[in-house]
């Protein structure tokens, strides 16, 4: 059965306001690339027990899935999704700002940033 994109993004948002992330990570400059400043990446997570709704996400939306160490007196498994590729991070973003509620700034500012750092990219060629 084929669903309504808008669906589809209303959904991934609601996740994403429950169980998900939204984050600007710094990762230090890389001597084999000879990289002499840090690099900054947006990325999209959403961390859950039962990966079949993780499963069903990255088939929308692409991404990557993540077994993570165990948690809690149970050791209860967790699942990671994550799209941490800046383009395809700044394309989901732009779709999942009307739908999102709680993480609506946050998306607003990781977008923001991905718009600032393509056009950093683009004044350097």
Request: proline letters at 2%; charged letters at 25%; one cysteine or more.
């Amino acid at each position: 059965m084929k669903q309504n994109k808008g669906l589809q993004l209303a959904y991934l948002a609601a996740v994403i306001d429950s169980d998900g992330c939204i984050s600007i990570s710094r990762h230090a400059p890389r001597a084999q690339c000879q990289q002499k400043s840090p690099n900054y990446r947006v990325g999209i997570h959403v961390n859950q027990v039962d990966g079949r709704m993780l499963d069903y996400i990255k088939g929308v939306f692409g991404g990557k899935i993540y077994v993570c160490k165990q948690y809690g007196h149970g050791q209860a498994t967790v699942y990671r999704w994550e799209i941490i590729s800046q383009n395809k991070a700044q394309e989901l973003l732009k779709k999942l700002i009307p739908h999102l509620r709680y993480k609506k700034k946050q998306a607003e500012y990781a977008y923001q940033f991905c718009c600032l750092k393509n056009r950093q990219e683009k004044d350097r060629l």
